[in-house]
């Protein structure tokens, strides 16, 4: 299985910090990677396809980067309604597996 | 607009079995890969399982860790979709949620494996 080791588990920062999550695979997956923002009582949602496309509706202060086997999800400017939390989902490969997930909140 | 709608959670024994349906609209059905994954309380989400599109004959691929112990399958007629969930273990309790490819999900269902 593709194991999908994500960092930090969790962090605070300010409004209008500049924030990064990344996702580090075991195994090449291309870009194969999608990130999810969760808030409590809710499911899932997508906001960057294919690790660097941004989701219909998203934000342009989230984007996706790759870099080797690093997979980044970067918030430019933080606002309070982006504390959650977000999960990184390979699906290069069955299984697909989550990251374990980073717990996003506002100082 | 895609609704997915999740029932049948609740209580039940170690051992015991559960069938949770997912009510699907707002597309068509057969087009679409459906997936399940779960999540316990606190805790990352992890992936369950898939059945394919009409396009890739209804196949399915499972997580080893539920592999032979859940099944997925889908009633193309109602837009239903249904996960058989047998010989239930305390480590199975979580949110169970449907999804629609990756871009839709449900609002979950809670399921609880306690004597």
């Known amino acids: 299985d593709i194991q999908m080791t994500q960092s930090p588990s969790s962090m605070s920062a300010s409004l209008g910090d500049r924030v990064t999550i990344t996702c580090q695979a075991s195994?090449?997956?291309?870009?194969?990677l999608i990130w999810f923002q969760q808030k409590p009582g809710k499911s899932p949602r997508p906001m960057i396809y294919y690790a660097t496309n941004l989701a219909n509706g998203v934000p342009s202060r989230f984007s996706g980067s790759r870099s080797g086997s690093d997979y980044s999800l970067t918030i430019s400017s933080l606002e309070s309604e982006d504390m959650a939390d977000y999960h990184c989902?390979?699906?290069?490969?069955?299984?697909?597996?989550f990251g374990s997930g980073t717990k996003l909140e506002i100082k | 607009e895609v609704k997915l709608l999740e029932s049948g959670g609740g209580l039940v024994q170690p051992g015991g079995s559960l069938r949770l349906s997912c009510a699907a609209s707002?597309?068509?059905?057969?087009?679409?890969?459906m997936s399940w994954i779960r999540q316990p309380p606190g805790k990352a989400p992890e992936w369950l399982g898939v059945?394919?599109?009409?396009?890739?004959?209804?196949?399915?691929e499972y997580n080893p860790s539920v592999k032979g112990r859940f099944t997925i399958s889908r009633d193309n007629t109602q837009n239903i979709l249904y996960l058989q969930m047998n010989t239930l273990r305390a480590e199975d309790t979580a949110i169970y949620y449907c999804?629609?490819?990756?871009?839709?999900w449900g609002q979950g269902v809670m399921v609880t494996v306690s004597s």
């Open positions: 059945i394919r599109n009409k396009a890739n004959g209804y196949t399915t």
């Open positions: 707002g597309f068509t059905f057969t087009d679409f890969y």
């Open positions: 989902l390979q699906y290069k490969q069955y299984p697909l597996t």
């Open positions: 999804g629609n490819s990756f871009d839709y």
């Open positions: 195994q090449d997956i291309g870009n194969n």
